[in-house]
């Protein structure tokens, strides 16, 4: 499943099948634009992309497509915005969430005035990265992001923006901040290891040997907005469980970003408990703001910056995009909501294709979509799910289109009806 038109090869999968047929000419031309998330662990944005531009086709030979995969600040984040710019991609060994050595990357943008690196926090602690039987977020760390904005001020970055997304950490950037210089002491003056549990340790923040070129870069983050560090709506009682921690450890992990917090509040300044952006990516937000000076932005904010989707959406009758999972999450800055909203100021109709339906997915039908399905049509695991993944999406896509064709064409015959009297 890798490698830009992977998907074509769907089209001989069984020689002997015949053709499918096509729609009706009335309704061939029709201008779509395809702007999918990846989907968590399984295929990224351009594959994806790839898979819905197929199935469309296989429809509407003649369709007009336009492909825009999105990126959220999660798996893509760096590789995405490196090709959009024409950049340049760099690889770096460093240290992955369960401590063991892992291959990750970093990038420079393109045609920008400011040397400006790209960072993806899941390229370093992603929760791709934690083996499936050792998902424990009270012992993950984020110590490897700090080491990829390391390699990017050594690199000779002047500006560094972090994508936050994907992550298999909860430890509020704890690691990230040690990686750069951060001391972080318990009540005996010893350093803290690696995890969200050990904060309930924190003593004292000492930020004197913080690595002194972070003073000179301007460092941007691309967050949730919505994810906040503590409370009800906090970062271990939301996404706590989806790393692997039992209702027990959530709230030992609440209760250690609740020392955390209280303690840079005392050492360092900032009151990050409930501030927007700083739950995201396990809390990575808050020690980005609060030790080592970074910047929190909505991500989008930053990502429409780089991909010209306004512009596409004014030229298209319909909009497909797609996400792993729609649920009642999906409205708090997910792809599928964010690329409808802005569907809806130009009146174009939006379709999500999803991996599963989730409860309260309904409730997305309020933030812009006009429609969704699932690409599951049978029962089957989620690990047979995502080893189907690009047929299983490349099939929905076909349907949906299909669907929309007959819609148009029964509207055309409407019409005419009309006109005939």
């Not at 970093?106 to 929760?127: Q, Y």
């Not at 509020?172 to 969200?196: F, K, N």
């Not at 939301?238 to 303690?263: C, D, I, M, N, W």
Request: charged share 20%; proline share 5%; with cysteine.
């Amino acid at each position: 499943m890798s490698g830009p038109g992977w998907a074509c090869r769907l089209a001989a999968e069984n020689p002997t099948a015949p053709h499918p047929q096509t729609l009706n000419k009335g309704v061939l031309k029709m201008r779509v634009l395809i702007a999918p998330s990846g989907f968590k662990e399984g295929l990224s944005a351009p594959q994806a992309a790839d898979c819905i531009e197929h199935g469309v086709l296989t429809a509407m030979p003649d369709a007009q497509i336009t492909k825009i995969p999105m990126v959220d600040g999660g798996e893509g984040f760096t590789r995405g915005l490196v090709a959009i710019t024409g950049g340049t991609l760099h690889h770096a060994r460093v240290t992955g969430p369960v401590v063991d050595m892992v291959d990750a990357h970093f990038g420079f943008l393109g045609g920008s005035d400011r040397k400006t690196a790209v960072i993806e926090m899941a390229a370093a602690a992603g929760l791709r990265l934690v083996p499936k039987d050792r998902r424990d977020p009270r012992h993950t760390t984020s110590f490897g992001v700090g080491e990829l904005i390391s390699h990017a001020l050594d690199a000779g970055a002047e500006r560094i923006i972090v994508g936050c997304g994907d992550s298999g950490i909860n430890d509020g950037g704890a690691g990230m901040a040690q990686a750069l210089g951060v001391r972080l002491i318990d009540d005996c003056g010893q350093h803290l290891g690696p995890g969200g549990s050990e904060l309930a340790r924190l003593h004292h923040i000492d930020l004197s040997d913080r690595d002194p070129r972070l003073d000179g870069v301007r460092i941007d983050a691309a967050v949730n907005w919505k994810n906040v560090l503590l409370g009800r709506r906090g970062v271990a009682r939301v996404f706590g469980p989806q790393k692997g921690a039992t209702p027990a450890q959530v709230e030992e992990l609440e209760r250690s970003l609740e020392t955390y917090a209280a303690l840079i509040r005392r050492d360092v300044g900032p009151d990050i408990g409930r501030e927007p952006g700083c739950g995201a990516s396990g809390g990575l937000g808050a020690g980005l703001k609060a030790l080592i000076g970074a910047r929190l932005h909505p991500r989008y904010d930053i990502v429409m910056q780089y991909f010209d989707i306004e512009r596409q959406l004014r030229k298209v009758d319909l909009v497909l995009t797609a996400e792993g999972r729609l649920d009642d999450q999906t409205p708090y800055g997910k792809v599928p909501v964010e690329v409808a909203t802005r569907a809806k100021r130009h009146g174009v109709p939006v379709i999500v294709l999803a991996g599963s339906i989730g409860k309260g997915a309904y409730t997305n039908l309020n933030h812009g979509i006009d429609a969704y399905a699932s690409i599951i049509k049978a029962p089957c695991s989620l690990d047979e799910a995502m080893v189907s993944g690009c047929k299983l999406l490349t099939h929905a896509a076909e349907h949906a289109v299909r669907m929309v064709g007959i819609g148009a064409g029964l509207s055309d015959q409407a019409t005419a009806l009309a006109a005939t009297g």
